[in-house]
Protein backbone atom coordinates (compact mmCIF):
# COMPACT_ATOMS: atom_id res chain seq x y z
CA UNK A 1 0.00 0.00 0.00
CA UNK A 2 3.39 2.61 0.42
CA UNK A 3 3.84 2.84 -2.95
CA UNK A 4 0.28 3.56 -4.28
CA UNK A 5 -0.90 7.71 -5.17
CA UNK A 6 -2.62 9.03 -1.49
CA UNK A 7 -5.68 10.83 -1.17
CA UNK A 8 -7.10 12.75 1.47
CA UNK A 9 -11.49 11.49 2.11
CA UNK A 10 -12.47 13.65 5.02
CA UNK A 11 -13.65 11.33 8.23
CA UNK A 12 -17.44 12.45 7.33
CA UNK A 13 -17.39 10.83 3.50
CA UNK A 14 -15.30 7.95 4.42
CA UNK A 15 -18.67 6.22 3.57
CA UNK A 16 -20.47 4.18 1.00
CA UNK A 17 -20.23 5.53 -1.72
CA UNK A 18 -16.78 6.25 -1.91
CA UNK A 19 -16.27 9.25 -3.92
CA UNK A 20 -13.85 11.65 -4.03
CA UNK A 21 -14.57 15.80 -5.08
CA UNK A 22 -13.03 18.70 -5.44
CA UNK A 23 -9.31 19.42 -5.10
CA UNK A 24 -8.53 15.56 -4.47
CA UNK A 25 -10.83 14.57 -7.42
CA UNK A 26 -9.15 17.14 -9.59
CA UNK A 27 -5.28 15.57 -9.08
CA UNK A 28 -6.39 11.79 -9.50
CA UNK A 29 -8.04 12.71 -12.53
CA UNK A 30 -6.55 15.83 -14.47
CA UNK A 31 -2.91 15.72 -13.14
CA UNK A 32 -1.75 11.91 -12.12
CA UNK A 33 -4.58 10.78 -14.82
CA UNK A 34 -5.75 8.05 -12.98
CA UNK A 35 -8.17 5.48 -15.37
CA UNK A 36 -10.61 3.21 -13.99
CA UNK A 37 -9.08 -0.30 -12.91
CA UNK A 38 -6.36 1.20 -11.27
CA UNK A 39 -5.98 0.89 -7.48
CA UNK A 40 -5.01 4.25 -4.88
CA UNK A 41 -4.48 4.81 -1.11
CA UNK A 42 -7.53 6.59 0.53
CA UNK A 43 -7.08 7.71 4.05
CA UNK A 44 -9.37 9.84 6.49
CA UNK A 45 -6.51 11.73 9.22
CA UNK A 46 -8.57 9.71 11.85
CA UNK A 47 -6.70 6.46 11.61
CA UNK A 48 -9.13 5.09 8.49
CA UNK A 49 -7.52 3.26 5.25
CA UNK A 50 -7.73 1.74 2.58
CA UNK A 51 -6.80 0.01 -0.81
CA UNK A 52 -9.44 1.10 -3.44
CA UNK A 53 -9.88 0.30 -7.25
CA UNK A 54 -10.95 3.27 -9.28
CA UNK A 55 -14.45 2.32 -10.52
CA UNK A 56 -15.47 5.59 -12.97
CA UNK A 57 -13.29 8.63 -13.44
CA UNK A 58 -15.23 11.98 -14.25
CA UNK A 59 -14.53 15.38 -14.71
CA UNK A 60 -14.82 16.49 -11.03
CA UNK A 61 -15.62 13.28 -9.22
CA UNK A 62 -13.63 9.52 -8.94
CA UNK A 63 -15.90 7.06 -7.70
CA UNK A 64 -14.11 4.02 -5.73
CA UNK A 65 -14.67 0.79 -4.33
CA UNK A 66 -12.99 -0.61 -1.44
CA UNK A 67 -10.05 -3.34 -2.09
CA UNK A 68 -9.24 -3.72 1.58
CA UNK A 69 -10.02 -1.32 4.85
CA UNK A 70 -7.82 -0.64 7.81
CA UNK A 71 -8.12 1.39 10.80
CA UNK A 72 -4.85 2.12 12.78
CA UNK A 73 -5.10 2.45 16.66
CA UNK A 74 -3.96 5.89 18.32
CA UNK A 75 -0.63 5.68 19.49
CA UNK A 76 -0.70 5.29 23.23
CA UNK A 77 2.00 7.69 23.85
CA UNK A 78 0.50 11.12 22.22
CA UNK A 79 2.77 13.45 21.80
CA UNK A 80 1.28 17.37 21.46
CA UNK A 81 2.97 20.51 20.95
CA UNK A 82 1.81 24.07 21.15
CA UNK A 83 4.38 26.32 19.43
CA UNK A 84 4.87 30.42 20.06
CA UNK A 85 3.89 31.62 16.57
CA UNK A 86 6.58 32.10 14.57
CA UNK A 87 7.18 33.16 10.16
CA UNK A 88 5.41 31.03 7.55
CA UNK A 89 8.70 29.72 6.11
CA UNK A 90 9.62 27.77 9.58
CA UNK A 91 6.33 27.15 10.44
CA UNK A 92 5.25 25.32 6.99
CA UNK A 93 8.60 23.27 7.55
CA UNK A 94 7.41 22.27 10.92
CA UNK A 95 3.93 20.97 9.89
CA UNK A 96 5.19 18.75 7.16
CA UNK A 97 8.12 17.34 9.32
CA UNK A 98 5.03 16.90 12.63
CA UNK A 99 3.60 14.85 10.29
CA UNK A 100 6.07 12.68 9.69
CA UNK A 101 7.47 12.40 13.08
CA UNK A 102 3.76 11.11 14.75
CA UNK A 103 2.78 13.86 15.91
CA UNK A 104 -0.61 13.65 17.65
CA UNK A 105 -2.21 17.52 18.18
CA UNK A 106 -0.38 21.22 17.24
CA UNK A 107 -1.49 23.87 18.81
CA UNK A 108 -0.19 27.61 17.71
CA UNK A 109 0.32 30.07 20.64
CA UNK A 110 0.63 33.99 20.63
CA UNK A 111 3.64 34.61 22.49
CA UNK A 112 5.23 38.33 23.70
CA UNK A 113 7.90 37.65 20.60
CA UNK A 114 5.71 35.85 18.43
CA UNK A 115 6.66 37.55 14.58
CA UNK A 116 3.03 38.41 13.27
CA UNK A 117 -0.51 38.15 14.91
CA UNK A 118 -2.07 34.46 14.81
CA UNK A 119 -5.29 33.91 12.87
CA UNK A 120 -8.34 33.13 15.05
CA UNK A 121 -7.95 29.62 13.19
CA UNK A 122 -5.94 27.54 11.31
CA UNK A 123 -5.64 28.33 8.34
CA UNK A 124 -6.94 26.01 5.57
CA UNK A 125 -3.47 26.14 3.86
CA UNK A 126 -2.02 24.70 7.02
CA UNK A 127 -4.16 21.41 6.99
CA UNK A 128 -3.22 20.67 3.36
CA UNK A 129 0.18 20.99 4.12
CA UNK A 130 -0.68 18.05 6.94
CA UNK A 131 -2.63 16.15 3.92
CA UNK A 132 0.18 16.36 1.69
CA UNK A 133 3.06 15.43 4.59
CA UNK A 134 1.21 12.04 4.78
CA UNK A 135 0.22 11.19 1.63
CA UNK A 136 3.67 11.53 1.09
CA UNK A 137 4.72 9.48 4.16
CA UNK A 138 1.71 6.83 4.42
CA UNK A 139 0.97 8.70 7.56
CA UNK A 140 -3.15 7.20 8.26
CA UNK A 141 -3.40 10.21 11.00
CA UNK A 142 -3.02 14.09 11.04
CA UNK A 143 -2.39 15.90 13.75
CA UNK A 144 -5.31 17.23 15.76
CA UNK A 145 -4.75 21.30 14.81
CA UNK A 146 -5.89 24.36 16.65
CA UNK A 147 -4.85 27.76 17.81
CA UNK A 148 -4.72 29.30 21.40
CA UNK A 149 -5.85 32.69 21.67
CA UNK A 150 -4.49 34.65 25.05
CA UNK A 151 -1.22 34.43 25.43
CA UNK A 152 0.92 32.06 27.37
CA UNK A 153 -2.68 32.66 30.14
CA UNK A 154 -4.65 31.43 27.28
CA UNK A 155 -2.85 28.37 26.76
CA UNK A 156 -2.32 27.40 30.01
CA UNK A 157 -5.86 27.68 30.83
CA UNK A 158 -7.04 25.61 27.00
CA UNK A 159 -5.08 22.86 28.40
CA UNK A 160 -5.74 22.95 32.44
CA UNK A 161 -7.69 19.18 32.04
CA UNK A 162 -6.43 17.53 28.62
CA UNK A 163 -3.26 16.32 29.20
CA UNK A 164 -1.48 13.55 31.63
CA UNK A 165 2.10 15.72 31.25
CA UNK A 166 2.96 19.02 30.80
CA UNK A 167 6.78 20.28 29.89
CA UNK A 168 8.52 23.46 28.98
CA UNK A 169 11.12 23.69 26.70
CA UNK A 170 12.76 26.24 27.71
CA UNK A 171 16.32 27.57 26.84
CA UNK A 172 17.60 29.49 30.31
CA UNK A 173 20.75 28.18 31.56
CA UNK A 174 19.29 27.50 35.02
CA UNK A 175 17.22 24.43 33.68
CA UNK A 176 18.91 21.55 34.63
CA UNK A 177 16.38 18.53 33.34
CA UNK A 178 17.71 16.70 30.44
CA UNK A 179 14.30 15.74 28.61
CA UNK A 180 14.65 11.93 27.88
CA UNK A 181 13.05 9.31 25.73
CA UNK A 182 10.77 8.42 28.95
CA UNK A 183 9.20 11.37 29.18
CA UNK A 184 8.27 11.27 25.80
CA UNK A 185 7.12 7.93 25.35
CA UNK A 186 5.65 7.32 28.98
CA UNK A 187 1.70 6.00 28.24
CA UNK A 188 -0.59 8.88 27.82
CA UNK A 189 -0.78 11.92 26.36
CA UNK A 190 1.73 14.66 26.72
CA UNK A 191 1.87 18.47 25.96
CA UNK A 192 5.16 20.14 25.17
CA UNK A 193 5.34 24.17 24.76
CA UNK A 194 8.04 25.77 23.21
CA UNK A 195 8.30 29.98 22.45
CA UNK A 196 8.64 31.48 19.17
CA UNK A 197 11.41 32.65 17.02
CA UNK A 198 12.36 35.10 20.13
CA UNK A 199 12.45 32.86 22.78
CA UNK A 200 10.21 33.01 25.90
CA UNK A 201 9.88 35.68 28.17
CA UNK A 202 10.88 35.94 32.20
CA UNK A 203 7.10 36.15 32.39
CA UNK A 204 5.74 33.19 30.03
CA UNK A 205 8.58 31.00 31.58
CA UNK A 206 7.41 31.52 35.07
CA UNK A 207 3.81 31.63 34.03
CA UNK A 208 4.32 28.25 32.69
CA UNK A 209 6.18 26.48 35.51
CA UNK A 210 3.50 28.10 38.39
CA UNK A 211 1.33 26.37 36.20
CA UNK A 212 2.71 22.97 37.09
CA UNK A 213 4.99 22.69 33.71
CA UNK A 214 7.91 20.92 34.11
CA UNK A 215 10.85 23.00 32.51
CA UNK A 216 12.92 21.09 30.43
CA UNK A 217 16.34 20.99 28.66
CA UNK A 218 17.31 19.44 25.27
CA UNK A 219 20.76 20.67 25.98
CA UNK A 220 23.64 23.54 26.24
CA UNK A 221 22.67 24.04 22.08
CA UNK A 222 20.48 27.13 21.25
CA UNK A 223 17.86 25.36 19.29
CA UNK A 224 15.13 26.66 16.85
CA UNK A 225 12.07 26.50 18.18
CA UNK A 226 11.13 24.04 15.01
CA UNK A 227 14.08 22.12 15.82
CA UNK A 228 13.32 21.95 19.60
CA UNK A 229 9.97 20.85 18.16
CA UNK A 230 11.48 18.05 16.24
CA UNK A 231 13.64 16.85 18.18
CA UNK A 232 10.99 15.93 20.80
CA UNK A 233 9.05 14.08 18.14
CA UNK A 234 12.28 12.13 17.40
CA UNK A 235 12.66 11.19 20.60
CA UNK A 236 9.46 9.52 20.24
CA UNK A 237 9.63 8.33 17.18
CA UNK A 238 13.17 6.51 18.82
CA UNK A 239 11.19 4.78 21.50
CA UNK A 240 8.02 2.88 19.02
CA UNK A 241 7.99 -0.57 18.57
CA UNK A 242 6.73 -0.36 15.05
CA UNK A 243 7.99 -2.75 12.71
Not at 59 to 83: F, N, Q, T
Not at 163 to 181: K, M, Q
Amino acid sequence: MGHLDAFFLPPEEFQEPFVLTGGEAHHCARVLRKAAGEQVRVFDGTGREGVFVIDAVGKDRVALSPVSLAAVPPPPSAVHLAAGFSRSARRDFFLEKAVELGASGILFWQAARSQGRMPDAPKDAWTAGLVAAAKQCGAARLPGLGVAPGGAAGLVAACRDRFTRRYLLWEDASCRRRLGVDDVAAPGEALFVLGPEGGLTDAEATLFIDAGYAPVTLGSRILRWETAALAVLALGLAATTDA
